[in-house]
């Protein structure tokens, strides 16, 4: 019987690709603790995101690739990720959050936050850990959205987030007195967003996403300049109308030198149309995300305060929440491999 080498399996894995990287997944530094006994060998594969959309097929190729090497008897893979930042050092934040994803639009009334909420939703069913700041000052949807109210607790010298479904969230909907209009001028626009980065107990968060407020304007510029962005989605309709919409947002977030991470059509159906944000997409060189169907059980969803991914995880708009949020997490994971240097392993 030949004796496994730790040379020979690396070999062997150094032939599988992870297709969004285009690297191996050796170079990638995904295989760790890698043991050999005899003819028995054990890793782990630790990949950029526990909501990566081809984990069953790299977990199946990495096994297939160890066991066909000579003398390899069992092979025992473990899956696991690690999110990794795209920040840097910040002071702004309270907590080691690793991405901030800002969800925008070049118009009001898209899905924004029916968007935010059920991305959260999904990535947080993968087991990553989700944040989600609500920076509509003028119209907070999260609250109700997530079926949250309530002042938030003290935690230390810092506020609490308020937590659902294993998402944790802030929201200027939690100070404010019921129907009470608040008048927002820039500067304190500004600050609100400020404290809820730095004040807030974020803790160590994988994906924080910002429910962005209509329109393209002061919060915009006021994110970018508090916070080290990992990047923007930016949620459209499907119909024609809508691509001078999306045309201003791209416009915003090149002027505030945020990168789009991708487009998603939302509202897809007999009644809009569908193919617009592909359309878009592609017309800017933009990653397209996938569409969300438009879907009365979406919007009663979110009246009713529980994502539909959470109440209908079988409905078929779940499932392209889910894709969707496997896509952006890759995005974000591909955008790091690509302005972070790797390990050459
Ligand atoms: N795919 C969908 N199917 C059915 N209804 C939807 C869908 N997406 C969003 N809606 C509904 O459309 C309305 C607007 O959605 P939402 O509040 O998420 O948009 P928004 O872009 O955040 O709006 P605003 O610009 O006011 O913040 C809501 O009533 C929501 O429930
Ligand atoms: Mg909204």
């Known amino acids: 019987m030949p004796e496994v080498t730790e040379e020979q399996v690396l070999e062997a894995l150094r032939r599988v690709q992870d297709p969004d990287l285009h690297k191996d997944i050796v170079t990638l530094g995904f295989v760790k603790d890698l043991k050999i006994c005899g003819g028995a060998v054990a890793f782990t594969l630790e990949l950029t995101t526990p909501a990566c959309p081809v984990k069953e097929q790299l977990q199946e190729q990495a096994r297939s690739a160890v066991a066909s090497v000579p003398g390899v008897e069992t092979v025992n893979l473990k899956m696991t990720a690690q999110v990794r930042s795209s920040l840097g050092p910040t002071e702004v934040l309270g907590g080691d959050v690793r ?63 308020k937590e659902a479904f294993g998402i944790k969230t802030m929201s200027i909907g939690y100070l404010a007195e019921d129907g009470t209009p608040i008048l927002w001028r820039g500067p304190m626009l500004h600050r609100a967003l400020e404290q809820f980065l730095r004040d807030v107990d974020w803790g160590t968060l994988d994906y924080l996403f910002v429910d962005m407020p209509p329109g393209t304007g002061d919060a915009q510029i006021s994110l970018a300049q508090l916070v080290p962005m990992t990047g923007s989605v930016i949620v459209t309709m499907p119909q024609e109308v809508s691509l001078a919409d999306v045309r201003r947002a791209i416009a915003m977030n090149q002027q505030v030198k945020v990168e789009v991470l991708g487009v998603i059509e939302n509202m897809s159906g007999e009644i809009f149309g569908r193919g617009g944000g592909r359309k878009v997409a592609e017309a800017y060189g933009l990653p397209f995300l996938g569409e969300v169907p438009l879907e009365p059980s979406v919007r009663q969803c979110g009246d009713d305060g529980t994502p539909v991914v959470v109440s209908q995880p079988e409905a078929e708009v779940s499932a392209a929440f889910r894709d969707i949020a496997g896509r952006l997490a890759a995005a974000v994971a591909t955008r790091q491999v690509r302005t972070l240097p790797t390990l050459q392993v």
């Open 99 to 161: 991405n901030v994803i800002a969800v925008t639009s070049g118009k009001g009334g898209v899905g924004k936050s029916t968007c935010a909420v059920n991305l959260a939703a999904a990535l947080a069913q993968t087991g990553a850990r989700v944040g989600l700041l609500d920076a509509d000052v003028y119209g907070p949807n999260v609250p109700v959205m997530l079926g949250l109210q309530g002042k938030p607790e003290r935690s230390g010298d810092k506020i609490a987030p």
